[in-house]
Every structure is written in structure tokens, then in C-alpha cells.
């Protein structure tokens, strides 16, 4: 099974501050890679397929980069609607699809 | 609008069976994937299993932790699908999300239901 790792678990910042959360995965899953956004009592949201291909309706403040096992997704000027659960998720082995265990952001 | 409606959680006892439903709208139902993912409470994200589209003649899988226990199926002529749920533990607490799975650029799930609870307790 591919197994999905991200960092931080957890992070403060303020509104404005620019955020990077890191998901890798155990083998390489070229740029099957998923990102989704989770507030609480919520169903999660896509935000960025394939990478890097943001959905349509969110904002241009995030963004995905990497291939093969590191991943990286990015906000810019962090909002207050942008407190939330991220998750990372690899379809490589779709459908066994594996989530990473989520990073917190929370208000500084 | 597409929707994805979930229902049929609640509480039940140790080793007994619950069947979840969920019901879609607003798109061509038979035609996507489908795929329960829970989330234990105050957890993260789990798949649970996977229903084809009636192209790919609605074949199923299953994560190692439900497998021989829960059976997903679904009736497109209806757009429902559901979750059965057999020999439940408690370990199977939390909140089950239907999602549709979309075929672009890889895999991924671009709708989610709201999610039905379901709590094993004695």
C-alpha cells in the first residue's frame, strides 16, 4: 500500500501570512496527487487536482506543485476562511486511494 | 446541481449490521464511480470501498479493514447506491461520506455527501 505522510501536523499563522503544508508519499505516484480542504462538521472540498490543476472556484491564492513523491501545496495571504483540515490524497493506486493524515491550520 | 445525499447511519451494537444509502441528483448517476470514505471522530480520512460505473460493469473493492464485511452495490436506474455493513465493531465509528469519483487528469473526488454517522456501542 502507498502510504501518504504530511507536514506539519498542525501550524499557526495570521490572516495574510503565506503557508506551506508538505505531503510525500511512500513510492513514487507521479502527479496522482490530490489536495482537499475540511472545515469542521464539513465534507471535504477539492481544491487541487492532478497536483496541480486548482478547481474551479477556488481562490488563486492556493496552489500545488511537485511529481513523484514530494508534494507541496501553498497558500498565499492566508484568509480567515482558509482555517481549516488539508488533506493530501495519491489515486495512483486507485481506486485504493490512500489519504495523508491532514495538517491543521488554526489563527495564530 | 449535483448532489449526493447520505442516510441510514445511527447507532448499533456490536456485531450487528446497518445499510447506508446514498441517493445522487443532478448528474448522469450511472456513469461515475463511486466511493464511501469514513472519517473515525477526530480522525483523519479512510476509503472504504469503490463501486465502478455500469461501463466498467459496477465492479466493487474494498479497503483490507472492511473487506469480507461490507459490500457496496448500487442501482443507477434509482441513482442510489449502497453500504452494507455487516459484523460492525466499534473500531467502524464515524462518519461515512459517499463521493463521486471524476475521471480528469487522474482520479479524484470532486462531490461529497454530508456524510451519516454511524456509532458501534453496546
Known amino acids: 500500500d502507498i502510504q501518504m505522510t504530511q507536514s506539519p501536523s498542525s501550524l499557526s499563522a495570521s490572516v495574510g501570512d503565506r503557508v506551506t503544508i508538505t505531503c510525500r508519499a511512500s513510492q513514487s505516484i507521479s502527479s496522482f496527487l490530490n489536495w482537499y480542504q475540511q472545515k469542521p462538521g464539513k465534507a471535504p472540498k477539492l481544491l487541487i487536482a492532478?497536483?496541480?490543476t486548482l478547481q474551479s472556484g477556488v481562490p488563486s491564492r492556493f496552489s500545488g506543485s511537485g511529481s513523484g513523491t514530494d508534494f507541496t501545496l501553498t497558500i498565499t495571504s492566508l484568509q480567515p476562511e482558509d482555517f481549516a483540515t488539508y488533506y493530501c490524497q495519491q489515486s495512483s493506486s486507485r481506486p485504493k486511494v490512500t489519504f495523508g493524515p491532514g495538517t491543521k491550520v488554526d489563527i495564530k | 446541481e449535483v448532489q449526493l445525499v447520505e442516510s441510514g447511519g445511527g447507532l448499533v451494537q456490536p456485531g450487528r449490521s446497518l445499510r447506508l444509502s446514498c441517493i445522487g441528483s443532478?448528474?448522469?448517476?450511472?456513469?461515475?464511480?463511486l466511493s464511501w470514505v469514513r472519517q473515525a471522530p477526530g480522525k483523519g480520512l479512510e476509503w472504504v470501498a469503490f463501486i465502478s460505473s455500469r461501463t466498467f460493469d459496477e465492479t466493487t473493492e474494498y479497503a483490507a479493514s472492511v473487506k469480507g464485511r461490507f459490500t457496496v452495490s448500487r442501482d443507477s436506474s434509482k441513482s442510489i447506491a449502497y453500504l452494507q455493513m455487516n459484523s460492525l465493531t466499534t473500531e467502524d465509528t464515524a462518519v461515512y461520506f459517499c463521493t463521486r469519483e471524476r475521471q480528469w487528469l487522474g482520479y479524484h473526488f470532486d462531490h461529497w455527501g454530508q456524510g451519516t454517522l454511524v456509532t458501534v456501542s453496546s
Open positions: 443532478g448528474f448522469s448517476f450511472g456513469d461515475y464511480g
Open positions: 492532478a497536483a496541480s
